[in-house]
């Protein structure tokens, strides 16, 4: 077995190379660890940690292979212990090293890897695990955190297993159904967030160790919530510990001028088997060993193009790799998501390999992210001539199977929060924002906010502080929040707010086109309810304004921005509205609605039988 995936990983075919590589537990006679890397241009590998005092007593590696497999078992060493590799590189330079395939490392500063039990925890949620999906047909509401900064404990940040039963009520209570962690695998700096990666295999160390990491999992699993893992298969970090020329020459990297990114970054060769192989494992490591329900990939663009920019052409051997990992994932886990973090227009990112797209099952939709954001910063005098920064992405939405992203992205860098970035005053701002959610959560597709959002932060966010929960003591934010949880409630209760959602005879305009009253209309249809949408995007009231709706009978306002507990002001529609028959329009009826300015109204109308 153990030569099989050799082979596989040198023809660039492997997602289990983490059985074979790095530090592995095992019996040979006696118990000890067996050591792996890959390394084809050293001169040799030393293992060097604290079973040999760094080195005094020797443990050369052998070199069991043409292709640069060196491997070595030391008796006695166990759980815990720490080691790096001392290679003498091609030039004849002494450099200690990481493992690549380290499981855990100390944490940072230090930069040594750790010996554990990647197998040892006892998993209890094998009901959820039985019984997930992609949720292509069932309601997704992601919440993103970043763990360190969600909420602080007594002593700083918080712990993988202590933190689990805070974060589960939470989720629960605001109606998420997932949750999305921002890089968990290892990394030096703690300003990147994670998106400059040292270590593929190794959960870091900041919040505890591997099995709190995946206790934690267990419990949410144990509660309903699925846990998507951030991934950042494109650059890794620089630092000479890590990856970056590794045996002494651009083994991991390309060795011409997309060597490095536009980060500071080092770029993997995507088109080298082995690379292929790593990342691959890597992806499918955190699928097998922690239980995750989807992988979120990061700057797809950058795969699709060379160095993300259209310009210089299309990457075919990123295309190949990205094609190849999602199809091996798809086939190995079928009900685990593979979500592209994608902020290009190529097309058929989320078809099939088989039949020539790349097989993500999702994609974020950027351009509806910064269409929406662009519209609602204009001042309402001239949205009128904007409107189909609204429309648009019902354009284009059945191209691909869509996620509607809030992001971190969108907090940070002088960009505002979501909240401050609304038009106008402090309440205007507000009464902004809650349109934007209702159109939002009324809109089809998968949702994903980032932590704090549902609080209306206006700090921009930032790694080293947790979120401002203090401003739920304020009227203002106290009642967004509860008007975002109502949002999250229905979407997750009525059928027609997230079931066929991509197909395109359950969405329908009843009024795209009406820009100067800055009003949009649609309709969301379920088997046995429909679902109508009113949103006013201007600053003037209207009263008892027609909308058409396709059957007879009675519509009752479920939600409205408007609403005294949202800090509206009141203006709402507390009787049921009765449909009336027109003899214009395209609507075969009508009903009358009292809309507040800045507005959003759902509408709940349960159909006849037929």
């Not at 992988?295 to 210089?312: E, F, H, L, T």
């Not at 979500?339 to 290009?344: L, N």
């Not at 939405?397 to 970035?421: C, M, N, Q, W």
């Not at 959610?437 to 932590?451: A, D, I, V």
Request: hydrophobic share 35%.
């Amino acid at each position: 077995m153990e030569q099989q995936i050799i082979q596989s990983f040198f023809e660039g075919h492997c997602i289990n190379a983490y059985e074979v590589f790095g530090a592995q537990l095992a019996f040979e006679n006696v118990e000890g660890v067996r050591f792996r890397v890959w390394a084809p241009n050293a001169k040799n590998i030393q293992i060097i940690g604290t079973f040999n005092q760094w080195g005094e007593e020797l443990h050369m590696m052998n070199r069991v292979d043409d292709r640069g497999i060196y491997s070595l078992f030391i008796p006695g060493v166990k759980e815990l212990d720490i080691y790096k590799y001392r290679i003498t590189q091609v030039g004849g330079e002494v450099v200690d090293k990481m493992d690549p395939f380290s499981f855990y490392n100390e944490l940072r500063p230090n930069t040594s890897s750790v010996v554990v039990d990647k197998d040892s925890f006892n998993w209890s949620d094998k009901k959820w695990m039985n019984a997930r999906t992609k949720n292509f047909d069932s309601a997704m509401n992601i919440y993103e955190l970043h763990l360190g900064a969600w909420r602080h404990e007594e002593g700083g940040r918080p712990n993988y297993k202590t933190i689990a039963k805070q974060l589960i009520e939470y989720v629960k209570e605001n109606h998420f159904t997932h949750v999305e962690l921002m890089p968990l695998s290892e990394h030096p700096f703690d300003g990147s967030w994670g998106y400059q990666t040292s270590g593929y295999f190794s959960i870091t160390s900041r919040y505890g160790s591997v099995n709190e990491l995946k206790s934690l999992i267990n419990e949410l699993h144990k509660n309903g919530i699925g846990v998507i893992f951030d991934f950042v298969p494109v650059h890794f970090v620089k630092d000479e510990f890590a990856l970056n020329k590794f045996d002494g020459t651009h083994l991991f990297e390309y060795d011409n001028e997309n060597a490095y990114s536009e980060w500071g970054t080092a770029n993997f060769n995507l088109w080298k088997e082995e690379v292929r192989s790593f990342l691959m494992s890597a992806a499918s490591y955190v699928m097998d060993k922690f239980h995750v329900d989807g992988i979120r990939m990061d700057a797809i663009s950058n795969v699709i193009y060379w160095q993300g920019n259209k310009d210089r052409g299309v990457n075919e051997g990123g295309l190949s790799f990205i094609k190849r990992m999602n199809y091996y994932l798809g086939t190995a886990y079928p009900e685990v998501m593979l979500i592209a973090e994608d902020s290009s227009d190529f097309m058929d990112v989320t078809k099939p390999t088989l039949d020539g797209g790349l097989g993500f099952d999702y994609k974020w939709d950027l351009g509806w992210m910064n269409d929406t954001l662009s519209y609602f910063k204009i001042d309402p005098i001239y949205r009128q001539y904007e409107h189909n920064k609204i429309n648009f992405s019902m354009a284009y939405y059945y191209s691909e199977r869509f996620i509607l992203p809030f992001s971190h992205d969108e907090v940070v860098h002088g960009k505002a929060t979501i909240v401050d970035k609304m038009w106008g005053s402090y309440e205007d701002k507000f009464k902004q924002a809650r349109l934007l959610y209702t159109y939002m959560y009324t809109h089809p597709g998968k949702k994903l906010n980032f932590m704090s959002n549902e609080i209306g932060q206006m700090r921009e966010f930032d790694e080293s502080e947790e979120n401002d929960w203090f401003l739920l003591k304020y009227p203002m934010h106290d009642s967004f929040q509860k008007m975002f949880r109502e949002l999250s409630s229905i979407y997750a209760t009525y059928g027609a707010m997230h079931k066929n959602e991509f197909d395109h005879n359950y969405f329908e305009w009843i009024d795209a086109d009406n820009s100067d009253e800055n009003l949009f209309s649609y309709i969301r249809k379920g088997d046995d309810e429909t679902i109508v949408v009113i949103l006013n995007m201007s600053n003037r009231a209207y009263s008892d304004h027609s909308f058409g709706v396709l059957e007879t009978g009675y519509y009752k306002e479920i939600f409205n921005t408007d609403a005294h507990e949202y800090s509206g002001d009141g203006m709402v529609n507390r009787k049921s509205l009765r449909a009336k028959k027109q003899l214009v329009d395209f609507k075969p009826y009508y009903i009358s609605v009292d809309v507040a300015p800045f507005a959003g109204i759902i509408l709940h109308h349960k159909n006849k039988k037929k």
